[in-house]
C-alpha cells in the first residue's frame, strides 16, 4: 500500500467536505463583527440560517446535527444571547429543512426562496418567543421583523455564492 | 482501504441510520433546552464555558475587525476632507463658545475647591480608565451587547462602567482575561440608576432593545422636562455619580424615553472605568469572602457606607 498516494486524496476530500460547517462559522463571525454601519446591529442578516438552510438540502453528509449545535452555540456566545437559545433554534431549522429536503430538490428558485421565507418566518419567530421567555420581559419586535426581512431579501446571494462554493470545491467529493 | 473510504464498511442499514439522526435531533434539542435553562439558573459552569469560548475567539474578532475600521476609517477621512471649510467654521464658532465656558469653569473650580475646603469635604476619587477596542457586536435582534479586546489581565472587572467621550455606555456583564462583555444601556435587561441632573429627582434607567431607554420607577404624577440632562446616580455604589447619560426626549406608554449622549451604533474604543467606593463594596457577587478569613468581620460590608435606599426625595 502506498501511503504517499493514499493519504492526500483523503486529506483534501477531508478539507473539502469540511467547507459547509467552516463557512457557516465563518458566517457567524461575520455576523458579530462591528461594520461600523450605524444601527445594522440589531438587524444584522441571519446568515447562518441561510448557509444551514442551503447545505441541508444539498450536502446533508457534510453537515451533521451536532455541527448545526456547535453551531449555534458559538453563536450565543459571540452574541452574548443565552447559551442553547440558537441552538435550539437553529438545530429546530436543520430537522424542518431535512424533513423537507425531498420536496425542495430540483424546485424552481422560486418555491426554495417561499420555502425559504416561510422557515425563516417560524425560525424568528421561535427565537422571539424563546428571548421573551428567557428574559421574562416583553420587547418590541420590530428588530427581528427587520432582521428577517433582510434575511429573506439576501437570500439569493448567498445562495448564489454557496453554489459557486458547491459546484467548485465540492462537486469532486 | 478504498473499500473504506467509499464508506462502504461503515454503511449502517438504512433503517439504523433514519434512527441515529433523528436520535441526535431530539438529544440536541433537548441539549440546547437544558442548556438555557441551566443558563437561566446562572450556573457558573455555563458561564466559564462562555467566557472561555470567548477569549478563544476575541483575538481573532480583533484582527478580522481591524481592516474593516481601515476602510471605515478611509471613508471617514475622505467625507471630512470634503467636509472640512464647513466643519472649519463649525469649529470656530464652537471655539468661541467653549472659551466662555472655559472661563465659567474654572471660576467655578476655584470657587468649588474653596468651598470643599471650608467644609472639609471629602471628594469621591477618580477612576482610572483602561481603553478597549469593540471588536463584537451582538449582531441579534434579542440582545444589545458588544465585546471588547481587554478582559480582567487589563485590570477590568465585572460591573464596571463603560463610557465614551459622550457619556455612559453601559457596564460590564462578562469577563475573560483578554475579552469583557458590555451590556449596553438599550439592552432589555439593563437597569442603571440615574438622576434627573436640574431637579435630583432619581429614577432607574432601563432599556427595552430599543434606542431610547425609559426612566422606570418615577414617582407618580412626577414631571421631567424635555431635554433635562440624565446622570447616573451612584446609588448603589456599583457606578460613579454624575457620569452624563442622555437627555429627556418625550413621554410615551411606556415612560420618559432618554436618547443617550453616546453614540451606541457606532462605537469604536470605549473606556471602563476603574472605580470603586473605598471600603464600600456592592452587591457584586465576587465581594463574597469564605468566614474563615481572618478580616471577614471588617469586610467590605461593614463600612456602613451603603447609601440610604428608604430616602424618598
Not at chain 1, 75 to 89: H, I, K, N, R, W
Given at each position: 500500500?502506498?501511503?504517499?498516494?493514499?493519504?492526500?486524496?483523503?486529506?483534501?476530500?477531508?478539507?473539502?467536505?469540511?467547507?459547509?460547517?467552516?463557512?457557516?462559522?465563518?458566517?457567524?463571525?461575520?455576523?458579530?463583527?462591528?461594520?461600523?454601519?450605524?444601527?445594522?446591529?440589531?438587524?444584522?442578516?441571519?446568515?447562518?440560517?441561510?448557509?444551514?438552510?442551503?447545505?441541508?438540502?444539498?450536502?446533508?453528509?457534510?453537515?451533521?446535527?451536532?455541527?448545526?449545535?456547535?453551531?449555534?452555540?458559538?453563536?450565543?456566545?459571540?452574541?452574548?444571547?443565552?447559551?442553547?437559545?440558537?441552538?435550539?433554534?437553529?438545530?429546530?431549522?436543520?430537522?424542518?429543512?431535512?424533513?423537507?429536503?425531498?420536496?425542495?430538490?430540483?424546485?424552481?428558485?422560486m418555491v426554495v426562496w417561499s420555502g425559504f421565507a416561510v422557515l425563516a418566518s417560524g425560525a424568528v419567530a421561535l427565537n422571539w418567543v424563546l428571548a421573551m421567555a428567557f428574559y421574562a420581559s416583553l420587547a418590541s419586535p420590530t428588530p427581528a421583523l427587520f432582521q428577517l426581512v433582510l434575511t429573506v431579501a439576501l437570500f439569493p446571494c448567498l445562495t448564489w455564492f454557496f453554489r459557486l462554493v458547491r459546484r467548485d470545491l465540492l462537486r469532486p467529493i | 482501504m478504498r473499500r473504506l473510504r467509499d464508506g462502504q464498511v461503515w454503511r449502517l442499514p438504512q433503517a439504523g441510520r433514519a434512527f441515529v439522526l433523528r436520535f441526535s435531533f431530539v438529544i440536541l434539542l433537548t441539549a440546547a433546552f437544558t442548556l438555557m435553562v441551566l443558563g437561566r439558573a446562572e450556573m457558573a459552569a455555563v458561564e466559564r464555558l462562555r467566557t472561555a469560548v470567548t477569549d478563544l475567539v476575541a483575538p481573532l474578532l480583533d484582527a478580522l475587525s481591524r481592516p474593516v475600521q481601515t476602510v471605515n476609517d478611509v471613508v471617514g477621512e475622505v467625507?471630512?476632507?470634503?467636509?472640512?471649510?464647513?466643519?472649519?467654521?463649525?469649529?470656530?464658532?464652537?471655539?468661541?463658545?467653549?472659551?466662555?465656558?472655559?472661563?465659567?469653569?474654572?471660576?467655578?473650580?476655584?470657587?468649588?475647591?474653596?468651598?470643599?475646603?471650608?467644609?472639609?469635604?471629602?471628594?469621591?476619587?477618580?477612576?482610572?480608565?483602561?481603553?478597549?477596542?469593540?471588536?463584537?457586536?451582538?449582531?441579534?435582534?434579542?440582545?444589545?451587547?458588544?465585546?471588547?479586546?481587554?478582559?480582567?489581565?487589563?485590570?477590568?472587572?465585572?460591573?464596571?462602567?463603560?463610557?465614551?467621550?459622550?457619556?455612559?455606555?453601559?457596564?460590564?456583564?462578562?469577563?475573560?482575561?483578554?475579552?469583557?462583555?458590555?451590556?449596553?444601556?438599550?439592552?432589555?435587561?439593563?437597569?442603571?440608576?440615574?438622576?434627573?441632573?436640574?431637579?435630583?429627582?432619581?429614577?432607574?434607567?432601563?432599556?427595552?432593545?430599543?434606542?431610547?431607554?425609559?426612566?422606570?420607577?418615577?414617582?407618580?404624577?412626577?414631571?421631567?422636562?424635555?431635554?433635562?440632562?440624565?446622570?447616573?446616580?451612584?446609588?448603589?455604589?456599583?457606578?460613579?455619580?454624575?457620569?452624563?447619560?442622555?437627555?429627556?426626549?418625550?413621554?410615551?406608554?411606556?415612560?420618559?424615553?432618554?436618547?443617550?449622549?453616546?453614540?451606541?451604533?457606532?462605537?469604536?474604543?470605549?473606556?471602563?472605568?476603574?472605580?470603586?467606593?473605598?471600603?464600600?463594596?456592592?452587591?457584586?457577587?465576587?465581594?463574597?469572602?469564605?468566614?474563615?478569613?481572618?478580616?471577614?468581620?471588617?469586610?467590605?460590608?461593614?463600612?456602613?457606607?451603603?447609601?440610604?435606599?428608604?430616602?424618598?426625595?
Amino acid at each position: 500500500m502506498n501511503i504517499e498516494t493514499d493519504i492526500w486524496p483523503r486529506i483534501e476530500s477531508g478539507l473539502r467536505g469540511a467547507v459547509p460547517l467552516t463557512l457557516t462559522a465563518m458566517l457567524v463571525v461575520l455576523v458579530a463583527m462591528p461594520l461600523g454601519v450605524p444601527a445594522l446591529g440589531p438587524i444584522m442578516p441571519l446568515f447562518p440560517l441561510m448557509a444551514i438552510f442551503y447545505w441541508v438540502i444539498h450536502r446533508p453528509d457534510r453537515f451533521p446535527y451536532l455541527g448545526t449545535f456547535l453551531i449555534g452555540l458559538f453563536q450565543d456566545v459571540l452574541a452574548g444571547t443565552p447559551m442553547g437559545m440558537s441552538a435550539l433554534v437553529l438545530v429546530a431549522v436543520h430537522g424542518a429543512v431535512a424533513s423537507q429536503r425531498k420536496f425542495f430538490r430540483g424546485k424552481s428558485f422560486m418555491v426554495v426562496w417561499s420555502g425559504f421565507a416561510v422557515l425563516a418566518s417560524g425560525a424568528v419567530a421561535l427565537n422571539w418567543v424563546l428571548a421573551m421567555a428567557f428574559y421574562a420581559s416583553l420587547a418590541s419586535p420590530t428588530p427581528a421583523l427587520f432582521q428577517l426581512v433582510l434575511t429573506v431579501a439576501l437570500f439569493p446571494c448567498l445562495t448564489w455564492f454557496f453554489r459557486l462554493v458547491r459546484r467548485d470545491l465540492l462537486r469532486p467529493i | 482501504m478504498r473499500r473504506l473510504r467509499d464508506g462502504q464498511v461503515w454503511r449502517l442499514p438504512q433503517a439504523g441510520r433514519a434512527f441515529v439522526l433523528r436520535f441526535s435531533f431530539v438529544i440536541l434539542l433537548t441539549a440546547a433546552f437544558t442548556l438555557m435553562v441551566l443558563g437561566r439558573a446562572e450556573m457558573a459552569a455555563v458561564e466559564r464555558l462562555r467566557t472561555a469560548v470567548t477569549d478563544l475567539v476575541a483575538p481573532l474578532l480583533d484582527a478580522l475587525s481591524r481592516p474593516v475600521q481601515t476602510v471605515n476609517d478611509v471613508v471617514g477621512e475622505v467625507t471630512g476632507f470634503l467636509a472640512l471649510r464647513d466643519e472649519n467654521a463649525r469649529l470656530l464658532d464652537a471655539n468661541a463658545r467653549l472659551r466662555r465656558w472655559e472661563m465659567v469653569a474654572r471660576r467655578m473650580e476655584t470657587e468649588n475647591a474653596a468651598l470643599r475646603g471650608l467644609l472639609n469635604f471629602k471628594s469621591e476619587p477618580l477612576g482610572a480608565f483602561v481603553s478597549a477596542r469593540v471588536v463584537g457586536d451582538s449582531g441579534n435582534a434579542f440582545v444589545r451587547t458588544m465585546l471588547v479586546n481587554a478582559g480582567a489581565s487589563a485590570g477590568i472587572s465585572k460591573n464596571q462602567a463603560v463610557i465614551t467621550g459622550d457619556g455612559l455606555v453601559g457596564r460590564v456583564v462578562e469577563l475573560g482575561q483578554r475579552s469583557a462583555r458590555i451590556l449596553l444601556l438599550t439592552d432589555l435587561n439593563s437597569r442603571i440608576p440615574v438622576v434627573i441632573q436640574s431637579t435630583r429627582q432619581r429614577a432607574i434607567l432601563a432599556g427595552d432593545n430599543s434606542s431610547t431607554p425609559v426612566l422606570t420607577l418615577l414617582p407618580e404624577n412626577v414631571r421631567v422636562e424635555v431635554g433635562a440632562r440624565v446622570v447616573t446616580s451612584g446609588h448603589g455604589g456599583l457606578l460613579p455619580a454624575g457620569l452624563p447619560v442622555g437627555v429627556v426626549t418625550g413621554l410615551d406608554e411606556s415612560g420618559y424615553r432618554v436618547r443617550l449622549f453616546a453614540d451606541l451604533g457606532r462605537l469604536e474604543y470605549v473606556r471602563v472605568v476603574n472605580w470603586s467606593l473605598p471600603g464600600f463594596s456592592p452587591l457584586a457577587p465576587t465581594a463574597w469572602q469564605p468566614v474563615a478569613e481572618p478580616d471577614a468581620a471588617t469586610g467590605p460590608l461593614a463600612g456602613g457606607a451603603a447609601p440610604s435606599e428608604a430616602e424618598t426625595p
